[in-house]
């Protein structure tokens, strides 16, 4: 990389949760680890049964099946090298691989956050146009709305880690942080980074609070639809189908936006940890929870697979 040529920092130190107590520590490695079990399992068996299940194969059902997907990489990225530092594992991280991390870590989050503003377009269609949901959201759409989320995430991504690792970093190395994040990296770096702070947080308003405003737009078009509604269950089935997807948009762009979008002044480390373990682990792991257990078509799914077997 072009930045080590400028820096004698060659690689960088991740305090994780350092500051908590060994047998907090302990506590919060089984926590940890028990949660990233129920992320892999409970994502995976979102994947395997919208995939073997033809009648899951609807646009609905298709991008829940990326967002399960994305949720496995997304909390792949930081929660095994937690659980190594949790282990009081190796803490240093080389500034390629923090640089990777950093990349994959934000490239997966801009993915998301089109991919729950594509869910949410669809949600629209299929409550506000039901007629014409079949024509408007074509298989061919879908993947194409997809793509264009993945490839927005990764090359936004691209430019994020750019603007942070072409700045010097000459000392001190620790980041007070489990992972490799924007701005602990930030406040490590030997120049003036306020013309950089400023990119990155144009770039974070233009990537979290459009796509929040877009799904906002599109619930007032469900909700005003719904409430049009003669049958009280078509009513709540409508709500019900349209809740998860809320609550899962709340918990990621909320606590996301919180993190990034503070004033530098105001910003508390240990807070923005805690705040961190949200939209990093929480949310994947609540992710076959909402939509499971509310979503009658994916528990009937789930049954009929499971007495075939």
Request: glycine residues 6%; aromatic residues 10%; contains cysteine.
């Amino acid at each position: 990389m072009a930045v080590e040529n400028q820096t004698s920092v060659k690689a960088f130190i991740l305090l994780g949760f350092s500051r908590v107590p060994d047998v907090l520590q302990g506590w919060l490695l089984a926590g940890v680890g028990a949660v990233y079990l129920l992320i892999l399992l409970g994502n995976s068996l979102i994947v395997f049964i919208t995939l073997v299940d033809a009648a899951l194969h609807t646009p609905m059902y298709f991008f829940l099946r990326n967002l399960s997907f994305l949720e496995i990489c997304y909390a792949s990225v930081t929660i095994p090298r937690m659980l190594l530092t949790l282990l009081g594992g190796n803490k240093a991280i080389s500034i390629l691989g923090c640089a990777t991390q950093m990349y994959f870590f934000h490239s997966l989050g801009i993915t998301e956050c089109f991919l729950l503003l594509a869910m949410a377009y669809d949600r629209c269609i299929a409550i506000c146009c039901p007629l014409r949901y079949t024509f408007l959201m074509r298989r061919s759409l879908c993947l194409q709305m997809v793509a264009a989320s993945w490839a927005a995430g990764s090359l936004v991504s691209s430019g994020h880690v750019s603007l942070v690792f072409t700045l010097p970093y000459c000392g001190p190395n620790e980041i007070d942080h489990f992972f490799c994040d924007i701005p602990p990296v930030l406040k490590l770096a030997c120049a003036d980074t306020y013309r950089t702070e400023t990119e990155l947080f144009s770039l974070i308003v233009l990537l979290a609070i459009v796509p929040l405003v877009l799904i906002l737009v599109s619930y007032s078009q469900i909700i005003s639809t719904i409430l049009k509604m003669p049958s009280n269950e078509g009513k709540r089935k409508a709500f019900s189908t349209c809740s998860s997807h809320l609550i899962v948009v709340t918990l990621f762009l909320g606590t996301g936006s919180v993190v990034y979008l503070q004033p530098k002044s105001s910003s508390y480390v240990e807070s923005n940890k805690l705040l961190s373990l949200l939209y990093t682990i929480v949310t994947p792991m609540l992710n076959p929870i909402v939509y499971g257990l509310r979503n009658e078509k994916l528990k009937g799914a789930l049954r009929k697979s499971c007495s075939r077997s």
